[in-house]
């Protein structure tokens, strides 16, 4: 009867440890499969990017079919559309931000805008491309770069109004009322204490608002469209507007080999792009916390 | 004397004035800090909007039929969106299929198993595969992954079930590279990373005396894994996972490039098929035709619908975990 026993809770004992190692094995060859991928998609990326880089990506102009040339109006006009849409789309979402976290924590409205931003944030890109092709490109009737810069304005508003919010939420209470208790007025309180001290982390929600739109190719397809040649007047905003995401999308479905060197040649500007500032903004996180 | 009391009612009244001024000061902040969080939900209001009234000539055209039916010819002007339908909905699901158990396999050796000096630059690798633009996967799969994968897997595969009576409808056929199958499993890259970053941040919330208590009682790794912490953090886990849901329903330059743009549902995983991101993105600047246009727009109204609702469940349960861990 012992010896029954005994057998039945060693046989009990290994089935625990092999499902224990199982489990271990299995856990390890995830993280394993995730690291592979990214080795293979970055190590190919850098194959065939660094062999079609060249300075004279920044210096000339995207070529027709058949010839050489380089990216430096896409380069340029993705610079520009960025430029217009951080700068339009940060301050609305830093007081959207403040608002929820400074105004109205609790509030059914804040609840409410809380859920809506959470949702702009991971709602697909490419609606917010046909909801300004209904709003501006049909109203203008052309495409232009004002249509880009407003589709990535609208993706960069959520994501600096969760990062606000986040940070500012992060500020201690206590300054509040200290500076509050000096009789300094709520917008002074706000412009000069709790803004200042969640500023890092409210500059890391730019940051990564700049590394999303980057690589946005979605929207801009039917917003700037795209443009063959430069046109740097005070009219460019007007007419279709070249865009790094947007030229590699065409080259690369494209059948010429000079234009999958340089899609190849593009996608590693952005890739090296969105992990430079990925970096930055968390190194000013890590900064902070310490 | 008489200079106090002449001074005291100016210096009364100068800070009276200031005041006031600071008050309007507050009210004008105010009101800017309200106008930006009303300004979201203008947006969020105007996306639908204009998807309604874009997507009204097709609707009228051809009712719920549109759903319903396959067929999608511009020269016809007969447009039926079950393909790009079917196509959304069959690579978010092999793309959920793979990427749920291995994110969920990556948190936990991230917050059990790892060793110390590995957790952060492991955990950092994944957040970058996360931060990656899609269109980067995009050209990756088109240019590299896809005739790897004919060569190497399809072709093998497809020759081996080819007599087998499920899996040879399945995954038989004429190989491609790039096609419904292939554009899952992009997919399935691309969501690795939300789901094992959600994960791992709600396993993190797990207090640390359950695993304790149940170390104590002798239980494995294993078993204070998938009998302790994982019931504890459940809600968080499924709700981490419809987010990435979300992310592969709407995800477009990825799945454009790789699967394929045929507007019809094959029935082999291995033959090329389309996704209403991928259509919408192929053809809205070629649409000729009012009518064309607003069969794809209608196409963008059903995806923000999907992804609404499954986004909204996917809040409403990372919010009821985020109240849970404030008790």
Known sequence: ????????????????????????????????????????????????????????????????????????????????????????????????????????????????????????????????????????????????????????????????????????????????????????????????????????????????????????????????????????????????????????????????????????????????????????????ENKKRT | MTDISLSEPSALTARVETARKAGAGDFRFRMMALAAALAVLVIFAGVIISLIFGSMPAFKEFGFSFITTEVWSPTRERFGALAPIYGTLVTSLIAMIIAVPVGIGIAIFLTDLCPRMLRRPIGIAVELLAGIPSIIYGIWGFFVFAPWFQLHVQEPVATAVADIPVLGTLFGGVTFGIGTFTAGLILSIMILPFISAVTRDVLETVPSVLKEASYGLGATSWEVMWKVCLPFCQT??????????????????????????????????????????????????????????????????????ITFIVLACAQLMLRRMEKGKGK
């Open chain 1, 1 to 284: 009867m012992d010896a029954v026993a005994s057998r039945t809770s060693q046989m009990l004992y290994l089935r625990r440890r092999i499902a224990n190692t199982v489990f271990i094995v299995l856990s390890t060859c995830a993280a394993v499969f995730g690291l592979v991928w990214l080795t293979f998609i970055l190590g190919g990326l850098l194959i065939d990017g660094v062999s079609a880089l060249s300075p004279t990506l920044f210096t000339e102009i995207t070529p027709p079919p058949g010839s050489k040339g380089g990216l430096a109006n896409a380069i340029g006009g993705s610079i520009l559309m960025s430029v217009i849409a951080v700068l339009i789309g940060t301050p609305i979402g830093l007081f959207a931000g403040t608002y929820l976290a400074e105004y109205a924590r609790h509030g059914r409205l804040a609840f409410v805008v809380r859920f809506v931003n959470d949702i702009l944030l991971s709602a697909p890109s490419i609606v917010i491309g046909l909801f300004v092709y209904e709003l501006v490109v049909v109203r203008m009737g052309h495409f232009s770069g004002w249509a880009g810069a407003a589709a990535l304005a609208i993706i960069v508003i959520p994501v600096v109004v969760r990062t606000t919010e986040n940070m500012l939420l992060l500020v201690p209470n206590g300054l509040r009322e200290a500076a509050s208790a000096l009789g300094a007025p709520q917008n002074f309180v706000i412009k000069l204490v709790t803004w200042k001290a969640a500023r890092a982390g409210i500059i890391t929600g730019i940051l990564l608002a700049v590394a999303r739109i980057s690589g946005e190719t979605a929207p801009l397809l039917f917003t700037a469209l795209g443009n063959s040649g430069w046109s740097w007047d005070a009219n460019a905003m007007n007419q279709p507007m070249a865009s790094l995401p947007a030229v590699i999308y065409t080259f690369a479905t494209g059948p010429y080999e000079d234009q999958h060197a340089l899609a190849w040649a593009g996608a590693l500007l952005i890739t090296a792009t969105v992990l430079v500032l990925s970096i930055l903004a968390r190194m000013l």
């Open chain 2, 236 to 305: 968080g886990v499924v709700g981490g996972a419809m987010l990435a849901l979300g992310r592969a329903l709407g995800e477009t330059m990825a799945v454009t490039f790789v699967i394929g743009n045929a507007h019809k549902i094959a029935p082999s995983l291995f033959a090329p098929g389309t996704s209403i991101s991928a259509s919408i993105a192929n053809e809205f600047t070629e649409a000729t035709g009012d009518l064309y246009r607003s069969a794809l727009i209608e196409l963008g109204l059903l995806l923000f619908v």
